[in-house]
T-cell receptor, first 111, second 113 residues
Framework: GEDVEQSLFLSVREGDSSVINCTYTDSSSTYLYWYKQEPGAGLQLLTYIFSNMDMKQDQRLTVLLNKKDKHLSLRIADTQTGDSAIYFC???????????FGSGTRLLVRP | DVKVTQSSRYLVKRTGEKVFLECVQDMDHENMFWYRQDPGLGLRLIYFSYDVKMKEKGDIPEGYSVSREKKERFSLILESASTNQTSMYLCASIIGRGNTEAFFGQGTRLTVV
């Protein structure tokens, strides 16, 4: 079955690194995504990774994928107050355009 | 600049009313989606459409219907609104080829009283 799980809350100090974790159950997932939702706004794609990759880096963002454990993480280096938002992990199979979302992790960055 | 526009940011409706939520995209995308977002539950798919007049049920279609008469517009209909349909509703669209980004509208916060 399809299920994506995330912890609900993470608090870090400004300048520290943040690591947001996600687990998924469907091993046939082809694409895995991280979306960001700022207060009062829709979701914006931050980054994505193909299931045949282990890591992807994009400026301050690093995505790690452990296919064996079905574990995805998003690391934000030098976290800023503007990074405070809800972060959603999502998966999609190649055969479908349907996105399965996790519950979202609320990141709070303290000054 | 790509755009998915939802007709209302906030709506307050009475129990039993018929409610229409409209979504328009200007990117010529084939696929459009309606999600509802509730605290601790993330985004749950209500319905999606992969072409004009085509629709498929998502994970929680009960109490909802949809209409896609034109490619750019995807409407979510609550036939008889109930208080448990109070939620944030998000529309999204994806182009029909390859792995591409899903673009989201700003959301409609619906309160049913």
């Amino acid at each position: 079955g399809e299920d994506v799980e995330q912890s609900l809350f993470l608090s870090v100090r400004e300048g520290d690194s943040s690591v947001i974790n996600c687990t998924y159950t469907d091993s046939s997932s082809t694409y895995l995504y991280w979306y960001k939702q700022e207060p009062g706004a829709g979701l914006q794609l931050l980054t994505y990774i193909f299931s045949n990759m282990d890591m992807k880096q994009d400026q301050r963002l690093t995505v790690l994928l452990n296919k064996k454990d079905k574990h995805l993480s998003l690391r934000i280096a030098d976290t800023q107050t503007g990074d405070s938002a809800i972060y959603f992990c999502a998966e999609r199979m190649d055969s479908s355009y349907k996105l399965i979302f996790g519950s979202g992790t609320r990141l709070l960055v303290r000054p | 600049d790509v755009k998915v526009t939802q007709s209302s940011r906030y709506l307050v409706k009475r129990t039993g009313e018929k409610v229409f939520l409209e979504c328009v995209q200007d990117m010529d995308h084939e696929n459009m989606f309606w999600y509802r977002q509730d605290p601790g539950l993330g985004l749950r798919l209500i319905y999606f459409s992969y072409d004009v007049k085509m629709k498929e049920k998502g994970d929680i279609p009960e109490g909802y219907s949809v209409s896609r008469e034109k490619k750019e517009r995807f409407s979510l209909i609550l036939e008889s609104a109930s208080t448990n349909q109070t939620s944030m509703y998000l529309c999204a669209s994806i182009i029909g080829r390859g792995n591409t980004e899903a673009f989201f509208g700003q959301g409609t916060r619906l309160t049913v009283v």
